[in-house]
């Protein structure tokens, strides 16, 4: 029987590892899910399911991961992309605090590694999170939210960045009512 290569990879970052998904195969009853050492470029299994998305939680932050993915039928099975897709592991970076001052609300949070810069959300009761600023460098791990209302309450997240990745965020948040 012959199988397609499973197509429309995607990766991205969770809380608990790497997630990916990928486009069901006409015929696939599972799935294969390879890895490629980058130290001798050799493709090694991590696993299977019969599901069309999969969660690597045996990864380290920091450091870029390449996968690919079998599609199977009994003693079948597709080759998987040549090339795989590629993702860095950013973890969700840690909050540690938001604070109303004159000048506005402060979000303080710790670096991340392999992280090139981070992503500011804010919502408040009435409102989703909405990306309100950006922070370019690692070496900052606080944003000033000049735009904060006085006597609003807002909640604000962090998301870690790098060239092609994003982490995914705490949910929760830390909140803070704007005083000034």
């Known amino acids: 029987k012959y199988l397609a290569v499973p197509q429309n990879l995607k990766v991205k970052n969770v809380k608990n590892g790497i997630s990916f998904s990928w486009d069901e195969v006409k015929g696939a009853k599972s799935y294969k899910i390879y890895f490629q050492d980058p130290s001798d470029m050799k493709w090694y299994y991590v696993g299977s399911t019969k599901k069309t998305t999969y969660v690597d939680e ?3 932050p920091g450091e870029t991961f390449t996968y690919a993915v079998k599609a199977v039928n009994g003693k079948y099975s597709s ?3 040549a090339k795989g897709v590629s993702i860095v592991r950013l ?3 840690v909050l540690i605090d938001a604070k109303s001052g004159k000048e506005g609300i402060t979000v303080t949070w710790e ?4 992280a090139k810069g981070y992503n500011i959300y804010r919502k408040t ?4 999170w909405t990306l309100i600023g950006k922070v370019n460098n690692t070496r900052s791990t606080a ?38």
Request: glycine share 6%.
């Open 125 to 128: 009761a009435n409102s989703s």
């Open 111 to 114: 670096n991340t590694e392999g």
């Open 143 to 180: 944003y000033l939210d000049k735009s904060a209302k006085k006597g609003v309450t807002y909640t604000y997240t962090v998301r870690a960045r790098n060239n092609t990745s994003l982490s995914s965020f705490d949910s929760k948040g830390v909140s803070c009512k704007d005083r000034y």
């Open 58 to 60: 045996i990864v380290f």
């Open 79 to 81: 080759n998987h992309s």
């Open 91 to 93: 973890e969700n970076p």
